[in-house]
Each structure stands twice: as structure tokens, then as C-alpha cells.
């Protein structure tokens, strides 16, 4: 145990592919996501779903893990709003 991986959370237990979808959720979550509307503030993801932006405090709801998901751009588009705007 003298050195300690990302994936060292889970250590051998699991499996390896759900050890590696967690490793995605983990690269997801640290990533940094600029605001949808004013475009240059950074999203803070605040609970699950939920994010704000650190400048202007704009919040929405979001994926769990990312504010912006396959699923939400659908939505979004069949309820007539643009993305980004
Ligand atoms: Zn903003």
C-alpha cells in the first residue's frame, strides 16, 4: 500500500469494468465545465444534479456526475430551448 492509484478507492474489488465506469465518473466529476450563460464562470457542482455558476450563480439542473448529458440536450431540444442560451 505504499502507493496509492485513483482507482485505489475500489482497490481489487468489483470487477474491472465497473472499477473502470467508476474511474470515468471520477474523471467527469473533477473536470472543469464553463457556465452556459454568461460563458466564462466555472460550474460548481453543488448536489447531485445541480449546478452553479461561481460568477454570475446561475443554477440548473444537470446529469448527476456532469451538467450537461446526452439525455438533457434531447430534452432540451424537444422543449424548443437552444442550448447555451
Ligand atoms: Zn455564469
Given at each position: ?12 474489488k468489483y470487477g474491472f469494468s465497473l ?5 470515468q465518473v471520477l474523471k467527469k466529476r ?54 447555451g442560451q
Amino acid at each position: 500500500m505504499a502507493r496509492r492509484k485513483l482507482s485505489g478507492a475500489l482497490g481489487v474489488k468489483y470487477g474491472f469494468s465497473l472499477r473502470e465506469r467508476y474511474m470515468q465518473v471520477l474523471k467527469k466529476r473533477r473536470a472543469i465545465y464553463n457556465c452556459p450563460r454568461c460563458g466564462t464562470g466555472f460550474l460548481k457542482r453543488i448536489s447531485v444534479g445541480v449546478w452553479s455558476c461561481r460568477k454570475c450563480e446561475y443554477t440548473f439542473a444537470g446529469g448527476a456526475y456532469e451538467p450537461f448529458t446526452k439525455v438533457g440536450e434531447a430534452a432540451a431540444r424537444a422543449a424548443g430551448v437552444k442550448s447555451g442560451q
